[in-house]
């Protein structure tokens, strides 16, 4: 089945830049999706990529998807105490298809 | 960014006793999703529902789960017989507007604790 890996932790330094990464196994992923959670609350979809993009920029975020390594990142330039959260790589194979959830990486900004 | 309502945001419940989970889905669209995460875990797909009918369900989502559109608008997922390993959050989700993506949206969710 489909497997969606990410590193659990990661720490940087306010003002900093912040790389996110994760793997996924399903060759057939359509879409990719990066999601941020804050403590207690939901599910904010930040950006997404079509898998027949190499890289999407949306304002301080940037994804890079390497298709052929099935490795997504996600970038986050000048990191602010605000971006401390769980951030969710997931994937789907089509439109409105389920979505696979990795593990989430857990950021925290530090002063 | 477009709106899943969800609710109740937290329910305590008995072991045994039946819970509703309700949603309020972005409108015009005929699909729905509900999620599962236990806390500390990932999320889970648990079913997926397109014009009033099951389209596709996880090992998870098994006797004790059902869904049901009893009316227009909204949306729910019922469980039957709680046991304690059903305390997790429970997310609705829904496709957000027409776009170039397949943009999905979740509620804020609905943390079942199960004593």
């Known amino acids: 089945g489909e497997d969606v890996e990410q590193s659990l932790f990661l720490s940087v330094r306010e003002g900093d830049s912040s790389v996110i990464n994760c793997t996924y196994t399903d060759s057939s992923s359509t879409y990719l999706y990066w999601y941020k959670q804050e403590p207690g609350a939901g599910l904010q979809l930040l950006t997404y990529?079509?898998?027949?993009?190499d890289m999407k920029q949306d304002q301080r975020l940037t994804v890079l998807l390497n298709k052929k390594d099935k490795h997504l990142s996600l970038r986050i330039a000048d990191t602010q105490t605000g971006d401390s959260a769980i951030y969710f790589c997931?994937?789907?194979?089509?439109?409105?298809?389920?979505?696979?959830f990795g593990t989430g990486t857990r950021l925290q900004v530090t002063l | 960014e477009p709106e899943v309502t969800q609710t109740p945001s937290h329910q305590v419940t008995q072991m045994g006793q039946e819970v509703i989970l309700r949603c309020v889905p972005i409108s015009n669209h005929l699909y729905f999703y509900w999620y599962r995460q236990i806390l500390g875990q990932k999320v889970e797909f648990l079913v997926s529902f397109y014009n009033n009918e099951i389209s596709e369900k996880s090992e998870i989502f098994d006797d004790q789960f059902s869904v049901e559109r009893p009316d227009g608008s909204n949306f729910t997922l019922k469980i039957r017989s709680t046991k304690l390993e059903d305390s997790a959050m429970y997310f609705c989700?829904?496709?957000?507007?027409?776009?170039?993506?397949?943009?999905?949206?979740f509620g804020e969710g609905s943390w079942l604790t199960v004593v």
């Open positions: 997931a994937e789907s194979t089509g439109t409105a298809s389920k979505l696979t």
């Open positions: 990529i079509f898998s027949n993009m």
């Open positions: 989700a829904s496709p957000g507007p027409p776009s170039p993506g397949n943009t999905i949206y």
